[in-house]
């Protein structure tokens, strides 16, 4: 059975950093590609960050590239998500995502078979 469990989340004032963290089990964790997506009250469950299995290569939504950095350990099957310089707009429940089959970098929600219960961020401003 396929788990992914996030940590970190919390409240933090605007310009601060948190780190998350999401612990991975039962899947081939060092040949999936891992991603993390927020959703906003309200809104859409959008993309953030996602890493390939090797860490070589990573993709960032353009509102927190520069700020945000996506990495993993393979012999923790972890991945986490450094978040520095946080904005009120950043204010989300973050989910980390797994696919393990494709070793494609995608997007999009649907690419993805395992998602964890998602963790608060909440930036006050």
């Known amino acids: 059975q396929v788990q992914l469990v996030e940590s970190g989340g919390g409240l933090v004032q605007a310009g601060g950093s948190l780190r998350l963290s999401c612990a991975a089990s039962g899947l081939t964790f060092s040949r999936s590609v891992m991603a993390w997506f927020r959703q906003a009250p309200g809104k859409e469950r959008e993309f953030v960050a996602v890493?390939?299995?090797?860490?070589?290569?990573?993709s960032y939504a353009a509102s927190v590239k520069g700020r945000f950095t996506i990495s993993r350990d393979n012999g923790k099957n972890t991945v986490y998500l450094q978040m520095n310089s946080l904005r009120s707009e950043d204010t989300a429940v973050y989910f980390c995502a797994a696919d393990q089959d494709s070793g494609v970098l995608r997007t999009i929600k649907s690419a993805y078979d395992y998602w964890g219960q998602g963790t608060q961020v909440t930036v006050s401003s």
């Open positions: 890493i390939n299995w090797s860490s070589r290569v990573t």
